[in-house]
Nanobody, 116 residues
Framework: VQLVESGGGLVQAGGSLRLSCAASGSTFSINRMSWYRQAPGKRRELVASVFMVGGSTNYAESVKGRFTISRDSTASTVHLQMNSLRPEDTAVYYC??????????WGRGTQVTVSS
């Protein structure tokens, strides 16, 4: 499974960005896709995830009500709509695909910078 993220950039506080993650390869084996982020000097943390079958989602408390994860199963793509962005949302955002066998695959990441 290969993952390519897109949609990062620079935005002012209060603004919005939409990230996308396109999967290719053995996409039929993907159980769940997730977005993580890692700020400088901090651990990588889970932002949101979605099951490709059924669409069940979960979110980090810090982004609930502001971020929305969605999936397009036919296109093996997930999106992360980020609204009301804050400077503390600044990080590299990574897409992860978890397949049914238990293995995980990661994208290279996309930078999100929120200016105050």
């Amino acid at each position: 499974v290969q993952l390519v993220e897109s949609g990062g950039g620079l935005v002012q506080a209060g603004g919005s960005l939409r990230l996308s993650c396109a999967a290719s390869g053995s996409t039929f084996s993907i159980n769940r896709m997730s977005w993580y982020r890692q700020a400088p000097g901090k651990r990588r943390e889970l932002v949101a995830s979605v099951f490709m079958v059924g669409g069940s989602t979960n979110y980090a408390e810090s982004v609930k009500g502001r971020f929305t994860i969605s999936r397009d199963s036919t296109a093996s793509t997930v999106h992360l709509q980020m609204n009301s962005l804050r400077p503390e949302d600044t990080a590299v955002y990574y897409c992860k695909a978890s397949i049914f066998s238990g293995n995980d695959y990661w994208g290279r990441g996309t930078q999100v910078t929120v200016s105050s």
